[in-house]
């Protein structure tokens, strides 16, 4: 059975990339302690959809990646050390974000997750998200991956978590 094409196609790619552009216009402030985040300002039902096209959720993608860049050179200059990363899960766009790391405290505990509800493990050899999306990253950003394992009372989920970014 063939998959029906999405409505408003075009429309929705439109209003979701001017999105991401509007709220990563002026570089943000830290309003919560450390760290300030965008998430993908689309429906589920749209950008996780198989009928959304993978054109579509590359130029998505794409957007998040050229702003994570804008950020990148809109930094003010501070005492403390601001990184901009993208994190993005490969089998759930819907769940990808913008974040920035307003000093090294927070960031360096980001990545540790090591409890009985959640673990990261840091991944080796697998080649990575940008390289099987066809995408290419500025050279001023580099790219990691993660496995994470979620065992909650009624939740569990195994997947591959990108972060594309300062990470170094």
């Not at 999105?19 to 993908?40: A, Q």
């Not at 290419?136 to 591959?160: A, H, L, Q, V």
Request: with cysteine; proline share 4%; hydrophobic share 40%.
């Amino acid at each position: 059975m063939r998959n029906k094409k999405v409505r408003g196609l075009k429309r929705k790619t439109a209003k979701l990339i001017e999105r991401i552009e509007e709220e990563t216009s002026v570089f943000p402030e830290d309003l919560y302690g450390g760290f300030w985040c965008m998430s993908m300002p689309a429906g589920k039902s749209f950008i996780d959809s198989p009928k959304t096209p993978v054109g579509v959720k590359r130029i998505c993608v794409k957007t998040l990646l050229a702003r994570a860049e804008y950020l990148i050179k809109q930094k003010p200059m501070s005492a403390e050390s601001v990184r901009v990363v993208v994190m993005v899960a490969s089998d759930e766009l819907f769940s990808a974000q913008i974040i920035v790391f307003f000093g090294s405290h927070y960031l360096n505990h980001f990545f540790n997750r090591s409890s009985e509800h959640q673990l990261w493990m840091p991944l080796a050899g697998d080649s990575g998200f940008t390289e099987r999306w066809e995408l290419e990253i500025p050279e001023i950003m580099t790219e990691t991956g993660y496995r994470e394992i979620i065992n909650y009372e009624d939740e569990k989920k195994d997947r591959t978590l990108w972060f594309i970014g300062e990470l170094t």
